[in-house]
């Protein structure tokens, strides 16, 4: 019972705020009750009041049911964490504030209910919810070309989501038909190897497309530069992650010959996602899309770990890694996006060259955003930091030198390059916004109130707490 | 209560109230709607008191019983479905009849617009017919009752030219399908010496090899089925008979004519693609018109700018949809797979959910603007903020998004194509992979409008003229999506 409330505690309230209750104050109550649910959620995950169950399609063989591991709390823990963020630091523009609040809660609502869900159908059902919230966001209040923007998302989720469907549904067919995640696992051994690669393929690129897996990326960048600030930082935050989430979940355990095969080409990809893209990440001229680009080069990490477990499916360092860097980087990107929104309100752009001098003005503004850079980075003592060492570390699990260096371990190598480039351009972003003379834009700027620092200290805390005790997220994986 | 009573009421009702029509006071017509909704109300409530004859008895011998005329299977889902349609129908004409008496000779009075609701049950009374046949000729002969009254309907307008024009298309088109038909009807005659639909069956079981004269007959069948449904290569009259109709005539064409057709279509084909010897020529010609109609459908209605039309196409990419249940034919339910024709059933009750409601809106737009352009939609949320909720959870289900109603029958189909590819039919692939690119599109066409009513300013301030009728049925219609959505075994539960 206790999920089914976590889920529609959001759900209800979004559709409060349409029917006409005060949409502030009913998001940031309804998004304070799911962080405390949350947390209590983390203590006590393997109580079994977590569990429910409904039948809705018996013909199909498909059940509302809700559970808990360790993954999910997680997972679950990251986003009611994000929500309350998000609903917290924006400011709805004059006269959209229902579609406003009731969005975050929507995202977040249909976010929490894919992680919570054990039946492959509302697994991919709740995801959903988030397209249509999105695309009005993005098209009523987005910025730049916002119009053509909130189209290529939609289309390119849409699309995403079809092939996954698609392989999610073949799945369901090749494990006999149930859509119970116990009942696939019991059967999936009984797969045929070269069905498992042709599920794999689907399933790679249907998360693929919705993780912003190189080359099926270029709706993100634009789409969380354009958005506004909370339902940016929900999606890079918290909605990728099913993505990965799903990854984990279903392709990884039941596939593992298929993900096997893909492996080689998995590594080449995820290298586009972290040089690729981190090159045009250097290149940006604006901090929106420039933490966009790096929202999507830091999925590169994640698959690295992924592909480890792939290539080595014993690998017991992988899957946690995963799990603790999807969680860094979803409080580290939400927290940046979060800021930038409030320094744009604050000088009225976000063009870098337009930029500087800020820290003088606003010196906690610049240290929690200087904070939350130095995660992205990969900074020791925060909770990135964790994450990508144990991702390094997966590269090389049950390496044997006389067999040389196999494909995982040269991507390794190579990914290593990745955190120069984040240093690159995060640093550069940090100098030249908070430091050196005042310029025009930010001579009249003023220090954010504390209200907008409230959400940005919750995110830190969090960011801080796994960096220096990973075994907050580690033990709840045993 | 012998089934066939249901058929009886209905016609005899229309034909009484068509007579009773000529000595109404030219003013108060719309008595007359109220009188149809009565009837088809009361013909509703009598499918719960529907049998079929014992077995053993009198009546069951008698040829009508055992050559014509059946209610096994889906026959009453069917005729339930058809009669909430007819109803909605005419409700819709109620709201619409403003526009209907514009355009007939005598201009802006209730003159000459009461025969339009008799007609409506007669035609229903051809179609509740239709989907009872077990016989090619009553096929025929419900086919012909119905289409014949569309005639009129379609034109109904008759000062208007694009109704008129759209009346001439159909007239011709319809007359060359029910030539098609008739033509295969000789065909599987002539080769099958039976023209009883069990008959062809236990014919089939004798066969060997598949008789070609047999499949060419069995394709023209299929032709004039595609007609009805408007499946390509057969949907070309489909966006300018729905343009230029009535909008009333066009939701009904759309929603029930397309259902009787499927309908029809699972009842012929049946025999056909139960047979392993004409199973894979049978799936294939389906696989090829299922593909075929997501191409043409979903991609000519990304360019639509008119929303008639648009939901002209939408309605052939839905019949592509559901063409592919029975390319990928189950003819018996298994632990996690219902039947081809459960999946039918389904599809097409959620479609009329969905696209009744659309055209209620329409129907609204269509007063206040004077057009059905998709501007007229503009800023729609500004003007009507509660329709609108409802218009965009009504278009997110026709767009096949997860949670509404909608998305069943695409998952429905989308799985018996992959179980079809499992169990080794290679040509599903291609029909999924048109499906990834029909979804798409579907996804475009659709958040099209969601785009112009909520990103777009408004056209003018003044509300939007939407009747009491109108609201109730499109805040329903989204309640129920919803519901059905979360929970639709409710609606499974009829089909089996």
Redesign the interface.
């Known amino acids: 019972m206790g999920s089914l409330v976590l889920l529609l505690i959001p759900i209800i309230a979004a559709i409060a705020i349409?029917v006409g209750s005060p949409a502030r104050l009913t998001a940031v109550i309804s998004a304070a009750a799911s962080l405390v649910i949350g947390l209590y959620m983390a203590f006590t995950h393997t109580c079994d009041c977590w569990n429910f169950t409904a039948?809705?399609?018996?013909?199909?063989?498909i059940h509302?049911t809700l559970g808990v591991d360790g993954m999910s709390t997680i997972m679950v823990l990251l986003s009611v964490i994000v929500l309350f963020a998000a609903v917290f630091t924006g400011k709805s523009p004059e006269g959209h504030e229902k579609l406003y609040y009731s969005s975050s809660l929507f995202i977040a609502g249909g976010a929490i209910g894919a992680f919570l869900s054990q039946d492959v159908?509302f697994f991919?059902?709740?995801?959903?919810?988030a397209?249509?919230p999105t695309?009005?966001m993005i098209?009523?209040l987005g910025r730049g070309d916002r119009?053509a923007i909130?189209?290529r998302v939609?289309?390119f989720l849409?699309?995403g989501s079809?092939?996954l469907?698609?392989g999610l549904?073949?799945l369901?067919?090749?494990t006999?038909?149930?859509f119970a995640f116990s009942d696939i696992a019991a059967n999936a051994a009984s797969i045929a190897p070269a069905?498992q690669k042709g599920i794999a393929a689907l399933l790679i690129v249907g998360f693929g497309t919705l993780i912003s897996l190189f080359p099926f990326h270029s709706w993100a960048a634009p789409a969380y530069a354009s958005a506004p600030a909370p339902t940016a930082m929900l999606h890079a935050g918290v909605l990728k992650k099913f993505g990965l989430y799903g990854l984990l979940r279903v392709a990884v355990p039941f596939l593992p010959e298929g993900m096997a095969a893909w492996t080689d080409i998995l590594v080449i990809l995820l290298l586009g996602n972290i040089l690729w893209v981190g090159y045009v990440t250097v290149n940006q001229k604006r901090l929106d899309l420039m933490l966009g680009n790096s929202s999507v080069m830091h999925m590169g990490y994640i698959f690295l770990a992924i592909a480890a477990i792939s290539a080595v499916p014993g690998n017991d360092i992988a899957v946690p890694a995963a799990v603790v860097l999807m969680f860094a980087h979803g409080i580290s990107i939400a927290m940046l996006f979060g800021l930038a929104d409030t320094i744009e309100r604050k000088t009225g752009t976000l063009e870098i060259s337009e930029l500087g001098g800020l820290a003088k003005k606003a010196p906690a503004l610049a240290f929690l955003f200087g904070l939350a850079a130095m995660a992205s980075i990969g900074l020791p003592g925060l909770a990135n930091f964790s994450g990508e060492v144990m991702v390094f570390l997966a590269g090389f699990r049950d390496y044997v030198p006389a067999e040389g260096f196999g494909i995982v371990q040269i991507g390794t190598i190579l990914a290593l390059w990745g955190v120069v480039i984040s240093a690159v351009y995060m640093l550069r972003a940090f100098r030249k916004t908070f430091q050196g003379p005042l310029v025009p834009a930010t001579e009249d700027a003023t220090e954010a109130h504390f209200c907008v620092r409230i959400p940005a200290i919750v995110l830190a805390v969090a960011l801080i707490a796994v960096g220096l005790c990973p075994n907050l997220l580690l033990n709840l994986l045993k | 209560m012998p089934a066939y009573f249901l058929e009886i009421f209905t016609l005899t009702f229309g034909i009484l109230l068509l007579m009773y029509e000529a000595f109404v006071d030219p003013k108060s017509k719309s008595n007359i709607a109220v009188a149809c909704l009565i009837g088809l109300v009361a013909a509703y409530v009598m499918i719960f008191f529907c049998m079929s004859p014992d077995p053993g008895s009198d009546q069951a011998s008698w040829s009508f019983w055992t050559r014509f005329y059946t209610i096994e299977g889906n026959a009453l889902f069917y005729k339930g479905l058809i009669l909430i349609t007819a109803a909605s129908v005419i409700l819709l004409t109620i709201d619409y009849k403003k526009i209907l008496s514009r355009f007939t000779d005598t201009p802006d009075t209730e003159d000459n617009t009461g025969e339009f609701y008799p007609l409506i049950l007669i035609a229903t009374t051809g179609m509740m017919w239709m989907v009872s046949a077990k016989d090619l000729v009553s096929v025929f002969v419900a086919l012909e009752l119905t289409t014949i009254t569309f005639y009129i309907l379609v034109a109904y307008m008759r000062r208007n030219v694009g109704s008129l024009e759209a009346g001439v298309k159909y007239l011709i088109l319809g007359a060359l399908s029910t030539g098609i038909l008739v033509y295969g009807i000789a065909w599987v005659y002539g080769i099958a010496g039976t023209t009883s639909i069990a008959g062809i069956g236990e014919f089939l079981s004798t066969q060997d090899t598949p008789s070609y004269g047999l499949l060419f007959g069995l394709a023209l069948l299929l032709l004039s089925i595609g007609f009805k449904v408007g499946a390509a290569p057969m949907q070309l009259w489909i966006p300018d008979v729905y343009q230029g109709a009535p909008t009333p005539t066009t939701a009904f064409l759309s929603v029930a004519s397309k259902a009787s057709g499927f309908a029809i279509a699972v009842i012929i084909l049946t025999p056909f693609l139960e047979n392993d010897v004409t199973h894979g020529a049978a799936s294939m010609m389906l696989t090829v018109m299922a593909c075929l109609t997501l191409i043409i459908g979903n991609l000519s209605a990304i360019n639509q700018s008119n929303f008639k039309r648009l939901l002209a196409y939408s309605s052939i990419a839905h019949a592509g949809f559901i063409t592919i249940a029975l390319a990928a034919w189950n003819g018996t339910a298994t632990e996690g797979s219902p039947t081809s024709s459960s999946v039918i059933g389904f599809y097409l009750a959620t479609y009329m959910i969905m696209t009744m409601a659309a055209f209620f809106l329409l129907a609204a737009v269509r007063k206040t603007e004077g057009h059905e352009e998709l501007s007229a939609f503009n800023g729609l949320s500004k003007r009507a903020p509660v329709l609108t909720i409802c218009t965009t959870v009504l278009l997110a289900a026709m767009a096949g998004l997860p949670l509404t109603a909608g998305f069943w029958g695409k998952l429905f189909v989308v799985k018996m194509a992959v179980d079809a590819a499992q169990a080794g039919n290679p040509a599903m692939w291609w029909v999924i992979g048109i499906v990834f690119i029909a979804v798409g599109a579907g996804f475009y066409y659709y958040f099209k409008l969601i785009a112009a009513m909520y990103w777009n300013k408004p056209a003018s301030d003044k509300p939007l003229e939407a009747s009491h009728i109108t609201k109730a049925y499109l805040i329903t219609a989204a309640v129920v999506t919803l519901i059905l959505g979360i929970y639709p075994a409710p609606l499974m539960w009829l089909l089996q």
């Open positions: 349409i039948s809705m399609l018996p013909a199909l063989g509302l159908f991919y059902a709740f995801h959903e919810l397209l249509i695309f009005l098209g009523m119009k909130a189209w939609t289309i849409a699309v079809m092939i469907l698609a549904l073949w369901v067919s090749a006999g038909g149930s069905t």
